[in-house]
């Protein structure tokens, strides 16, 4: 299995679209909330330029979003998706460190991302740490930052 990464092009905001639903639907929680939530399916074209697409046999099996922050100093992980069928492959780890040279090409010292509660062991493994809780639309989540080199 070589997984391939490119930069995303506007024809693939369909595709990353329902990747992502797919991915948020298949752990099973907030399924109804999810499925009414247009921005659960959507990729603003205005991300495109910022997303780095991972391909198996020129087919997308993930992505990563990563948008300067608030500061010059920090970037935000704005979107890590990567398909069911592809998961336990390593695939979001590739999408992560992608997006960590990302980070660094913006000139950021940290890498921040707001995930769920099942997200815990990949980000703490990734020597990502706790930096507060945050009000989502859905459940209250975890603010995760990863200080950058």
Sequence with gaps: MTVGIRTARAEDRETLGALKLRSSLAWGDHVEALQALPEASEVPAEHVPHIA????????????????????????????????????????????????RSAIALGARSLEVVAGERARPFYQASGFRFAGIVATLLAPAIRWRKDLP
């Design 53 to 100: 697409v991972a391909e198996i046999a020129g087919k997308i099996v993930g992505f990563v979003t990563v948008l300067p922050g608030n500061s010059a100093a920090q970037a935000e992980l704005e979107d890590l998706f990567v398909a069911p069928e592809a998961w336990r492959r390593g695939i979001g780890s590739l999408l992560l460190a992608e997006a960590e």
